[in-house]
């Protein structure tokens, strides 16, 4: 039970952040950062705001 209200919190901040509504295209950095946005759960509310950064190797020609 814990752990979904730790999840339902992280959802709520991800959600005012805009996450699930911005209109721009999804890429690997915005996917990673709504999920650890939602990990991250309450501790959105103290301070963290995750960031997350992912470069995807390119196939070879």
Sequence with gaps: ???LVWLVIGA?????RGYFSD???ASCATA???VVT???GP??????NPQ???DLPQ???
């Design 1 to 3: 039970m814990l752990l």
């Design 12 to 16: 709520v901040a991800a959600g005012q």
């Design 23 to 25: 209109g721009s295209e």
């Design 32 to 34: 990673v950062t709504v």
């Design 38 to 40: 939602v990990l991250a």
């Design 43 to 48: 501790l959105n509310y103290v301070g963290v």
């Design 52 to 54: 997350v950064d992912c």
């Design 59 to 61: 196939p070879s020609q």
